[in-house]
């Protein structure tokens, strides 16, 4: 049963943990088909979200559904169709990772072993020794594969990277583009703003418990400040450039302008074209500009 075409919805989604932070009227949709980003740092309420939605922890207020199912009254449902990589992975320590690994597929059901050798080949997981003798990333690369293994509709991943070399990120993007392709749907919580910017369709961004904004990922980036350098073949006044909708921190020295600009460049590429122009630079934003727009710098460094 689908909702809407929405995966996931949660409204007024609350959590308290008395003096600790919790979450506090989260309400967002995500889409079926996407991979949306859940970010902030640690302590900003991600983990919350996921277990709210898993019906491993209860709100105090609100509600949420996915695929129409609702996370308390049919978690059965909900945990039927959902893969999930905890941020905390904890394994059987004893069992080697095949052992592990066949025991999860029954508990599945109904899994495709092909896939799974698939899985375990493209990740280079050891399946012969101890979980307990692995290394962290090597304990999440099992880990990735058991939340994969029976092509869920829904993936719900916690810091999925964490431990991971840079090969075997790349090998996890190729992983995440093709559930996209396969119409399914991935929520992903992380800190690595790099990561969201390079998988992610839209993001949402939680901070202190509450939902700051839910956004697609140009879009976001299009409001956030580009730094700018135009070259003059002679020198300009910046009083020229002074007042321009969306144009800051303007600097002019031997015939550069430097100029930090917030949204679209119209208003900017104009006025240079009353001039010379020889050459543009445009340092295009990224999340992490994006990032501390809502978390002051400080505030990030703390967490």
Known sequence: MTNNNIAVRTRNL???????????????EVKEGEVFGYLGPNGAGKTTTIRLLLNFI???????????????????????????????????????GQEFLDFTAKLRGSVDRK???????RLKCDLSVRIRTLSHGNKQKIG???????????????????????????EFYHLI???????????????ILPEAERICDRVGIIRNGKLATVEDVNQLKA??????????DKPVSPD????????????????ILQCSV?????????????????????????????FLTYYGESEKSND
Request: some cysteine; overall charge neutral; proline content about 4%.
């Open 144 to 170: 990735l594969v058991q939340a994969l293994m029976h092509r869920p509709r829904l993936i719900i991943l916690d810091e999925p990277t964490i431990g991971l070399d840079p090969l075997m990120q790349q």
């Open 223 to 232: 409001r956030a400040l580009r730094e700018i350098e135009i070259y003059f």
């Open 14 to 28: 609350t959590k308290n943990y008395g003096r600790k932070r919790g979450i506090s009227g989260v309400t967002l």
């Open 177 to 191: 583009a093709e559930v996209k392709k396969e119409g399914r749907t991935a929520f992903i919580s992380t800190h």
């Open 58 to 96: 209860h709100p105090n207020m609100g509600e949420a559904t996915v695929f129409g199912h609702d996370i308390g009254k049919e978690s059965v449902q909900v945990r039927k169709s959902t893969g999930y990589l905890p941020g905390g992975l904890e394994l059987y320590e004893n069992l080697t």
């Open 115 to 121: 896939y799974v050798k698939e899985l375990c080949e």
């Open 240 to 255: 020229e450039f002074d007042g321009i909708n969306g144009v800051q921190n303007i600097r002019v020295e031997n015939g």
């Open 262 to 290: 917030i949204g679209e460049l119209d208003g900017l590429i104009k006025a240079a074209s009353r001039h010379r122009v020889l050459n543009i630079i445009s340092r295009e934003p990224n999340l992490e500009k994006v």
